[in-house]
């Protein structure tokens, strides 16, 4: 991914102009599945890095109502804000995933690609330290953290899977929504990986 990613004055510019929704990675139907098996109308989710996905929308349509979109981006946020008027469960918050405040209030926290986005650019291993710290904190003691990535294992576990953090990893493999070059090898380019990081105590 682009090395500007991880910075918040890039996707204040990119909002700024384009609000439209956009989706990173995974529509809600093909992950629908996935996010079933650990979200019920009960649960109180996180969806971190929310941008202008349409995910929480769909999410609230399908009958879970407790939701938290969260990006550091004061322009989506805003944007949201004033556009979704028909959902008053749900909240918005403009800060910072690398220093959240939150502690063990939310049963799942979904990304869709804001972890890749974290290891872009200089200073990436300590950022994505603080991250997964945060996210860990995050949850109720047998929380759900559900990370969508282009990445393979060989690239993301060596971060998921620290001793200092509280989850079991599960990975699974899901197609990716477009065709793939007859160049690229399918075996690497023709599935997006979702992380399951179940939590197993306290943080």
């Not at 202008?52 to 999410?59: A, I, Q, Y």
């Not at 109502?65 to 981006?73: G, Y």
């Not at 469960?89 to 939310?106: L, R």
Request: glycine letters at 6%; proline letters at 4%.
């Amino acid at each position: 991914m682009e090395a500007h990613y991880h910075l918040s004055q890039y996707w204040d510019s990119r909002y700024s102009f384009d609000k439209d929704p956009f989706e990173w990675f995974q529509k809600y139907g093909e992950i629908r599945g996935i996010i079933s098996s650990y979200v019920t109308d009960k649960s109180n989710v996180l969806v971190v890095g929310c941008g202008s996905s349409e995910l929480s929308s769909e999410l609230y349509a399908d009958g879970v109502k407790f939701i938290t979109n969260l990006d550091f981006s004061s322009k989506i946020i805003d944007h949201l804000k004033a556009t979704i008027s028909d959902a008053p469960e749900m909240k918005f918050e403009c800060m910072d995933a690398c220093s959240m405040k939150y502690d063990g209030q939310f049963d799942v926290v979904i990304d869709k690609a804001t972890f890749d986005c974290v290891l872009c650019g200089e200073g990436c291993r300590d950022r994505a330290a603080r991250y997964l710290s945060n996210i860990a904190r995050a949850l109720t003691p047998d929380g759900v953290y559900i990370c969508i990535s282009h990445a393979e294992p060989a690239m993301r576990d060596s971060y998921l899977k620290g001793p200092q953090l509280p989850w079991e990893v599960e990975t699974k493999e899901i197609p990716k929504p477009t065709l793939v070059s007859a160049e690229i090898s399918s075996a690497t380019a023709g599935v997006h990986y979702v992380y399951i990081c179940k939590k197993t105590g306290d943080f």
